[in-house]
């Protein structure tokens, strides 16, 4: 057979064998390429097992079940924890509870286990196997009242294989709330002991034993456990927490680890977020101590009960999850096994070009030709900052997610989101767009508020929409007489602290994530140990003076009391008859009552939010959750003329240690017709 080169790069290229076919070779086997070119995938039934071979790795799974128990690749026997039951190596598995559990994000947590193997495609390029299992009435209450179907593929060539899964609830069906899916692998810990998920945050990792009683200690929650006696001592001192590495979905393409000895690479490759919930900026799980390393496509994390996927009575319901890539490379001995990671992240990148994967064979997952693609250009109107016309929505957030509200794709999880940033002048096109009909929602760094074109956009195949420009009307009623932080829905510009010695973890503290540092919510009593924050605007530096979360404060007696927050400003010549606008953006909110005063403390609030937000994104480590957007009318004689003004800031829930809020951008503005000096 005569094989064509088409060289990328050092580290990879192709190799194309006529047809459609295509072969795509690492690094990691390059020495073998011809070998790998006469060597075809090997499908085997064993028992009660199913093993799919090409080669470079071999994959064991459980018949029926379609659990992987074993993962065998560069003399490795088995790369998964051959400790563990078979159940608990490598699995998909859900979070689901009754349909009257709406508040709550705990239900049952049930590993899919299929009835039924099937072979869907066997040749010598590529083997796909089905582990499926359907759903009926003599299982009510005991299994979750989905249709599964998990698929299993390997390639010819591969360096690893891919995994998806059909979920599909029937009308006739009874409802539920689906809390979590994922797929979860546990790594063998006497081999994967270097993590990496981002550039600035890879580094040796204590071991699971380091967390149980005697060498670890518990602290606030079970997740997080201080190191009081590793068997490693470069950990003691440490807090362990699997929240301290989640990443934001538009940046969780590629994590896993290392093992040194041989030197071999684990990586959990998401080419598309398609499939995932909550939208570019959600902060989700991914690879942490275990060695584990998970694919999350739906959780409440960071979102809290505004992300469960809840199914009403007779909802027909069908979501393909993945396909995602295991990725597997090795390198000679005499080669530093840390650039494993490099080659993960340029593999990433060549799988995120071949999407939608053309190998995928269920019907229920639409191929390139069948899909479609929007373009256009943002524009922001803010006559404030530009009387003259429009500016360009550089680096603005464009997406298409199903028809909604301003901000509704935050918290859509039933269906499909497509997501793209668009460039210095605002022109964005979003490619490969499943059918269906959606609206255009958008958001801008640096200015506040969501946009959203309500008008609906119809998807068919082969469809290529442009919308021309398209024009984000800011929120905004006068000049700005203040502000407060940069709104772009982190809570990072301002003052993050030092952590309490006795938690601090080194690798964070000189870090763009040193707000993942565990306990920051205790520091600001230690910092206003007898008087709330007060900032005075133009002396207040708030990159200095406005603590990052507005949290409670901890008495003595190890309660939490409210916290009451106070911006002081001063102005001349107050239009009593007028109306002044108070921005509030919040980063997060966790079951939080944000209530707003005006030059009186004692008097009923002018604003309150109302029991808001379930994200814990103060618990978790996070520096935001879910967007708030609230608009305060501000009567002008409220205010006083030639003398100090105060708002008052109060998060009144005090239940738990983790309610508060994290505060975006705070904004005053003046009605446009009147004429305000300020006086700093």
């Known amino acids: ?49 199913v093993v799919m071979s090409n080669g470079i790795v071999e994959i064991t799974l459980s018949n029926p079940e379609g659990h992987l128990t074993g993962i065998q690749y560069n003399g490795v026997d088995n790369l998964l924890e051959v400790i563990n039951d078979e159940t608990n190596r490598g699995y998909w598995d859900v979070v689901w509870s009754p349909p009257e559990n709406t508040s709550r994000t705990k239900g049952t947590l049930e590993r899919l286990a ?62 539920f709330n689906l809390d979590n899916t994922r797929v979860a692998f546990k790594l063998r810990k ?18 699971p034993d380091d967390r149980l009683s005697g060498r670890g200690e518990q602290l606030a929650y079970p997740e997080a456990v201080l190191l009081v006696d590793p068997i490693e001592s470069q950990f003691k001192g440490e807090v362990d927490d699997k929240y301290q590495y989640a990443i934001e ?71 393909v999850f993945g396909p995602i890539f295991i990725y597997l490379n090795n390198i000679t ?99 490969n767009i499943l059918t269906d009909e959606y609206n255009l929602y958008a958001w801008v760094p640096g200015f506040i508020g969501d946009y959203i074109n309500s008008t609906i956009i119809n998807i068919t195949s082969g469809v290529n929409i442009d919308l021309g420009d398209l024009v984000y009307e800011l929120p905004r009623d006068g000049p700005t007489l203040w502000e407060i932080g940069y709104p772009d829905r982190l809570a990072a510009e301002f003052y993050i602290p030092d952590p309490d010695p006795r938690y601090a973890n080194n690798f964070l503290l000189n870090d763009p994530n040193r707000f993942r540092q565990y306990g920051l919510w205790d520091r600001y009593s230690e910092l206003y140990p007898d008087n709330d924050l007060v900032y005075t605007v133009g002396e207040s530096d708030y990159t200095k003076d406005f603590f990052y979360a507005h949290v409670l404060r901890k008495t003595n007696n190890d309660t939490y009391e ?73 009567p002008g004689n409220r205010l006083y003329s030639h003398e100090e003004n105060l708002i008052y800031l109060t998060q009144v829930n ?24 300020i006086n700093f």
């Not at 009242?145 to 599909?168: M, Q, V, W």
């Open 562 to 634: 409210q916290a009451t927050w106070t911006i002081k400003f001063s102005l001349y010549n107050v239009n009593e008859n007028e109306t002044y606008t108070l921005r509030i953006a919040l980063a997060s909110a966790h079951q939080s009552d944000l209530q707003v005063r005006v030059n009186d403390l004692n008097e009923a609030p002018l604003f309150s939010t109302g029991k808001i937000g379930g994200d814990n994104a103060i618990a978790r480590h996070g520096i935001h959750g879910i967007y708030w957007l609230f608009n305060i009318e501000i």
């Open 654 to 677: 005090n239940e738990s240690r983790f309610q508060g809020v994290m505060y975006d951008y705070i904004r005053l503005e003046v009605p446009q017709a009147s004429t305000i000096n």
């Open 114 to 175: 299929g009835t039924s193997c099937e072979v869907i495609v066997e040749t010598e390029d590529q083997v796909e196997l089905s582990f499926s299992r359907t759903w009926n009435s003599s299982l009510e209450g005991k299994l979750v009242p989905l249709k599964i179907d998990k698929r299993y593929i390997l390639l010819r060539g591969s360096s690893g294989f891919y995994t998806y899964a059909i979920y599909e609830h029937l009308e006739e069906w009874p409802s």
């Open 333 to 431: 001995d005499e080669e530093d096994p840390h650039t494993l990671w490099e080659d993960a992240k340029n593999q990433m990148s060549v799988e995120v070009e071949r999407w939608p994967y053309d190998f995928v064979t269920s019907d229920d997952f639409q191929s390139k030709l069948q899909r479609g693609s929007v373009s256009g250009r943002l524009l922001v109107q803010d006559r404030f900052i530009n009387s003259k016309g429009c500016i360009s929505a550089s680096g603005a957030y464009v997406g298409l997610a199903p028809p909604g509200d301003i901000g509704s794709w935050q918290r859509e999880c039933k269906k499909y989101q497509f997501w793209t940033k668009a460039d210095e002048e605002g022109y964005f096109s979003i490619p």
């Open 249 to 319: 979905l538009k940046d969780l393409r590629v994590h896993g680890w290392i093992c040194m000895d041989p030197p071999v690479g684990f990586w959990q490759i998401t080419p598309s977020n398609e499939f995932r919930v909550g939208g570019p900026i959600k902060s989700e799980l991914n690879s942490h101590v275990g060695p584990t390393t998970l694919a999350v496509f739906a959780s409440t994390h960071y979102g809290g009960s505004d992300l469960i996927i809840k199914f009403g009575e007779r909802e027909s319901w069908k979501k």
């Open 190 to 207: 006497d081999k994967f002991h270097y993590m990496a998920n981002s550039d600035d945050r890879r580094r040796d990792m204590p071991l």
């Open 1 to 49: 057979m005569y094989l064509r080169l088409l060289f990328l790069s050092t580290l990879s290229f192709y190799i194309f064998s006529g047809g459609l076919y295509m072969l795509y070779v690492t690094r990691a086997r390059i020495s073998s390429t011809a070998a790998m070119g006469d060597l075809g995938v090997n499908l085997s039934f064993q028992e009660n097992y």
